[in-house]
């Protein structure tokens, strides 16, 4: 259900259109874990929302077409809900649902993913904000000159909508790597990301698409990757499902950035960097400029407003104090 209330809440999804006050949705598995639910009414301050509610969908990694259809309508047809926010499900809304927004940007069509809705007047938008957002959350951590230097490569763990947006980003980057390997459990979800990039025009040899069907196979493409490489873990396994794509024999390569795409949940894949950080002079991350970046994005898309990174700098500065 929705709320009236003037703070951060969560509700199942779909939810009846009931709220006789603006507010902000959240499409997630166990969204009342967020952070985002504290930080959010900050946030609204400091941007000077129209409202502090942000309200949660959770919807089963499972869910079914008319799941989404009934959450994106309910978006669609209560005039008091802004928009929303788009993590797990995002490649599953757009597949289930893209039929029902009005305009659809290049990103959304080009990935087969949704992460913003937002709404202009009666237009109903969707969009895909992971390209622009997982590479300011890159730029946060990793030198502009870094592949050039040192001819590092990256391994990115899972073609899903977070692995699709970094590949993406790294073939379009000035220093890209020379070499990026995608890895994903099953043949079909890389023939979907190989076709991404097919259309995109993303240059021709430039990705290895690797079917992992063990964390075996997934340690020994990380253990070969050459020292300084990025290893990135996409795959969602440590938040929304417990576990690691590696095992813990893995060995990392020196100097490896080893980048987990969460913050929260039981993050198997940052411990294991963290046990080799010292032996293999590892600069381990985790997701939490990547969840700042995702979310102040979809903020700014949904409430039309623009960032400057002084302002985003403001907004990380208020969630570290609920982290």
């Not at 490896?256 to 940052?270: M, P």
Request: charged share 20%; glycine share 8%.
């Amino acid at each position: 259900m929705t709320t009236t209330a003037d703070a951060a809440t969560t509700a199942p999804a779909p939810a009846p259109a009931t709220a006789s006050a603006d507010y902000m949705g959240f499409v997630g598995v166990t969204t009342a874990s967020s952070s985002i639910m504290k930080v959010f009414p900050l946030w609204a301050d400091i941007l000077g929302l129209p409202t502090r509610t942000l309200v949660g969908h959770d919807l089963p990694m499972d869910a079914d077409p008319a799941q989404y259809r009934a959450m994106v309508e309910q978006i669609r047809d209560d005039p008091h809900h802004r928009g929303a926010l788009v993590t797990t499900h995002k490649m599953n809304v757009y597949a289930a649902a893209s039929d029902l927004f009005d305009e659809l940007d290049p990103f959304a069509v080009s990935c087969s993913e949704i992460s913003s809705i937002s709404k202009r007047g009666r237009v109903l938008s969707g969009r895909a904000k992971d390209p622009i957002t997982v590479d300011l959350a890159l730029n946060d951590f990793l030198p502009t000159d870094h592949f050039a230097r040192t001819g590092a490569a990256v391994v990115i763990l899972g073609a899903g909508g977070s692995g699709t947006a970094l590949s993406w980003a790294l073939a379009e980057r000035e220093d890209a790597p020379a070499k990026i390997t995608v890895t994903a459990r099953t043949q079909d979800k890389l023939d979907h990301l190989r076709e991404v990039h097919r259309q995109h025009g993303t240059r021709e040899g430039l990705i290895e698409y690797v079917v992992t069907a063990s964390p075996t196979e997934a340690d020994a493409l990380v253990a070969a990757a050459p020292a300084g490489s990025v290893i990135a873990n996409a795959t969602g396994l440590g938040k929304d499902r417990p576990g690691s794509p590696l095992t813990d024999a893995v060995v990392f390569p020196e100097g490896a950035y080893a980048w987990e795409f969460n913050y929260r949940g039981s993050l198997e894949f940052l411990h294991q960097a963290e046990a080799q950080s010292s032996a293999r002079g590892l600069h381990v991350v985790d997701g939490w400029r990547y969840f700042i970046h995702g979310w102040s994005q979809v903020v700014a898309d949904v409430f039309e407003l623009d960032l400057t990174p002084e302002v985003v700098e403001r907004l990380a500065e208020a969630a570290e104090s609920v982290r």
